[in-house]
């Protein structure tokens, strides 16, 4: 199974479009479905996303469109958690984040927010921040790389893809 990960859009607010590379990398990979982790801002952007796989998501701190704020996912033999991690001060914080997916039970956490993208391991939990699809400025971090992600999840193992865009469409 192939998830396509991606996050943070912000469009049409704060970036226009998700750049076309992203688009076909997900099409090229054949995902089997697309997760979205928050701030979408516009249910247009669910829309672009559906016609390349089913599409999940998750409600940012910037959406005002009706979604759940958190998705328990059985992808698998792995449970996963998705959420946007607003509410995680400091931003990112992998040990507050972990609190919560054990707590939860899963093995597999999903999130938006920082603006950052993440690959980690910690406490036998993975953790995966696509980054943001449209590289729009995060407010602690400052300017940052487009990117988004691909779990591609095989006979129990994982395996994690990121594509990154620098200052490109």
Known sequence: MRIGLISDTHIPWRALEIPKKFLDWFRGKRVDIIIH???INDFKVLEILN???????????????DLPSELTLKVGSYNMFVFHSDKIYPRGDIKQIYELAKAKNVDIVVFGH?????????KQIYFINPGTATGVRSGEYGDVMKSVAILEIKNNNMNVEFKVLKNQK
């Open 37 to 39: 982790c928050g701030d």
């Open 51 to 65: 016609d390349i796989a089913p599409t999940k998501a998750v409600r940012g701190n910037t959406d005002s469109i």
């Open 114 to 122: 920082t603006h950052l993208p993440l690959f980690t391991y910690y």
